[in-house]
């Protein structure tokens, strides 16, 4: 079964950056738009931003202005940078194939076990 590879989490404190990397099975990647989600404990899923195969990028709002999506389509790798990092921040991040809108349904397949963001002092 196919899945994506997150990496790049860790202990960050407030204010700090951290930069996360995601490697997508080809034949997904070459063929959707990429978002990295994340999820807080008893919190739902959520996506936070969202990349096309054209470049074209979407945000949340809780993180627009501080978080960059980008993918390098000959590593089938999109990445996450996330700058300016608040407590509010702290969930395990994912990447998977994602809604251009930012609007649910999720993608049901693919998922991998996320790379874990922590920021505190």
Not at 57 to 82: C, E, P, W
């Amino acid at each position: 079964q196919v899945h994506m590879v997150e990496s790049g989490g860790g202990l960050v404190q407030p204010g700090g950056s951290l930069r996360l990397s995601c490697v997508a099975p080809g034949s997904i990647f070459s063929t959707n738009a990429m978002g990295w989600y994340r999820q807080a404990p008893g919190k739902q899923r959520e996506l936070v931003a969202v990349i096309t195969r054209g470049g074209f990028t979407n945000y949340a709002d809780s993180v627009k202005g501080r978080f960059t999506i980008s993918r390098d389509n000959a590593k089938n790798t999109v990445y996450l940078q996330m700058n300016s990092l608040k407590p509010g921040d702290t969930a395990v991040y994912y990447c998977n194939v994602g809604p251009v809108t930012m609007r649910r349904p999720y993608p049901m397949d693919y998922w991998g076990v996320g790379t874990l963001v922590t920021v505190s002092s």
